[in-house]
């Protein structure tokens, strides 16, 4: 079971926007940055977000991201069917001295 | 352009010691700047981080794997290395190494493309 709990799938038609949360605890969203990690089928996860809600170079715009507390979420507009892929979230836990990451979010494209 | 490469044994037997390998091309691992990480993802599951290195041999280790993960870099050859020991079916998965942003934001910001490791006898 993973320490940050997301919903294991999300789903929306192109155009539209979804969200995906991510929800942790004091010594792991509530104390460190979040980052979000693209994972599309059959490839190697890639950052998508940094340091709570900064996109990398080359990331589009429709992706955005936000905390607040103990929780996080990642918002895609405009989806798109390349967007269709699995979406994690991930921390330092103090607690821990480790790492740790959402057990992943799919999102579908309908 | 830092790339990152994973190799190893494709298949291991129960018990004995995993070894893997990640060469870094296109930049230097002696940087303050940066840690070096292994994450692995069982087939269908999620993404579990492993444990990282700083250069100077500074290490975090998952606490359910510590007992049996050793990390290590090597400057010389530009590589850091994995060693996952007593291994067991449960240890079935793709491995992955990533470079890990220290100080600031400490995203995986570059990863390697994985490779593939299998338990069996």
């Known amino acids: 079971q993973s320490v940050l709990t997301q919903p294991p799938s999300a789903s929306g038609t192109p155009g539209q926007r979804v969200t995906i949360s991510c929800s942790g605890s004091?010594?792991?969203?509530?104390?460190?940055?979040v980052n979000w990690y693209q994972q599309l089928p059959g490839t190697a996860p890639k950052l998508l977000i940094y340091?709570?809600?900064q996109r990398p170079s080359g990331v589009p715009d429709r992706f955005s991201a936000s905390k607040s507390g103990t929780s996080a979420s990642l918002a895609i507009s405009g989806l798109q069917s390349e967007d269709e892929a699995d979406y994690y979230c991930?921390?330092?836990?103090?607690?821990?001295?480790?790492?740790?990451f959402g057990g992943g979010t799919k999102l579908t494209v309908l | 352009q830092v790339q990152l490469q994973e190799s190893g044994p494709g298949l291991v037997k129960p018990s004995q010691t995993l070894s893997l390998t990640c060469t870094v091309s296109?930049?230097?691992?002696?940087?303050?700047?940066?840690?070096w990480s292994w994450i692995r993802q069982p087939a269908g599951k999620g993404l579990e981080w492993i444990g990282r290195?700083?250069?100077?041999?500074?290490?975090n280790y998952n606490p359910s794997l510590e007992s049996r993960v050793t990390i290590s870099l090597d400057t010389s050859k530009i590589q850091f290395s994995l060693k996952l020991s007593s291994v067991t079916a449960a240890d079935t998965a793709v491995y992955y190494c990533?470079?890990?942003?220290?100080?600031?934001?400490?995203?995986?910001?570059?990863w390697g493309q994985g490779t593939v490791i299998t338990v069996s006898s």
């Open positions: 004091s010594s792991d969203i509530g104390s460190n940055t």
């Open positions: 290195t700083s250069p100077h041999g500074y290490t």
């Open positions: 296109g930049g230097s691992i002696s940087s303050d700047t940066y840690y």
């Open positions: 991930a921390a330092w836990d103090d607690s821990l001295s480790g790492r740790v």
């Open positions: 990533a470079r890990n942003r220290a100080f600031t934001d400490d995203a995986l910001d570059i």
């Open positions: 340091n709570n809600n």
